[in-house]
């Protein structure tokens, strides 16, 4: 009876190496998942069956990593382990069934002897290759809409329930002349009114609100201000995004500057405005005028007599 038989039938992949980085255990599940045999794998070193890489993973270059490997550099577990005496936690991409890739998580710990000597190393896979792939999905599906609001010209702000702000672009950021750090993860009212309560509290009509209870496209027409206070005019329409059961999840808010145009309808309408009273000033002084001077003929008339 081999002292590993008891990990022969645990659900997870698990293989144990040794310091010289050769694998001396799989059980049935890991040949499985990986579509290998016992004698492919035992005795050889585990960057070679794993990674197809000669020499140790840490020494090769280009090795490939998964999206949810957040390190910055790629990780060895047995170098980890057998340095340390430390277990540790990572991910993986190994390749399966001739050159397929399939993404591991995988838990390693050092085995060591009474004395404590570290001579062998266990790690249990865990096959997160849906979870891997649902993240560059997710990944892309957020690309893509970026470069959607970028090439909008307009500002658009993407807001949740909670009404904070999680995904805004260039043209936004330059109405309120303010940074993508100090906008994401804030509330709309606070970056683009400076309240610190909603809108609606204040007295103000809030689409976004509306959007959420009616699942419906809302246009309406605020006064916003930039991070120094300046007040800016925009024309808002608010369109809802959805999940598959058709809550609205998010509101996309699509924010048109017209600060240039309400400055010029206020000038030319103070212009009109002045026009008209010094129309109302002249008309008025010239029936004055006419006045005088009937009263001026009236006058000479009565000296004539």
Not at 27 to 48: A, M, S, W
């Amino acid at each position: 009876m081999s002292k590993y038989d008891v990990l022969e039938n645990l659900f997870d992949g698990i293989i144990v190496i040794n310091k010289d980085f050769r694998i001396v255990f799989a059980n049935e599940r890991f040949l499985k998942i990986c579509g290998l045999k016992k004698e492919d794998i035992v005795g050889k070193n585990c960057h070679e069956v794993s990674h197809r890489c000669l020499t140790l993973c840490a020494q090769a270059e280009n090795i490939k990593r998964p999206l949810i490997d957040t390190k910055q550099s790629f990780i060895c577990s047995g170098e980890k382990v057998f340095l340390t005496g430390k277990p540790v936690t990572l991910t993986h991409i190994h390749y399966c069934f001739g050159e397929e890739e399939r993404v591991f998580e995988i838990s390693a710990s050092p085995i060591a002897t009474e004395k404590g000597l570290v001579t062998e190393m266990l790690e249990i896979l865990r096959d997160v290759t849906d979870r891997e792939k649902a993240l560059k999905e997710a990944t892309k599906s957020k690309t893509f809409l970026s470069n959607i609001l970028e090439g909008i010209g307009e500002g658009v702000i993407v807001i949740d329930r909670d009404l904070r702000i999680i995904s805004a672009n260039s043209g936004y950021l330059k109405q309120v002349k303010n940074s993508i750090d100090n906008v994401i993860g804030k509330r709309c009212y606070e970056t683009s009114h400076h309240f610190d309560k909603p809108c609606y509290e204040k007295g103000e009509e809030c689409g976004i609100k509306s959007v959420f209870e009616t699942g419906e496209k809302y246009s309406v027409t605020h006064t916003h201000h930039d991070k120094a206070g300046n007040p800016i005019y925009v024309a808002i329409n608010l369109y809802p995004t959805k999940d598959p059961s058709g809550n609205v999840t998010s509101v996309i808010e699509c924010i048109d500057d017209i600060t240039e145009k309400t400055k010029l309808e206020k000038d030319l309408n103070k212009r009109v405005k002045e026009l008209e009273d010094f129309y109302d000033m002249a008309v008025g002084r010239e029936l004055k005028m006419i006045e005088l001077k009937n009263e001026i003929e009236s006058l000479k008339k009565e000296l004539n007599r």
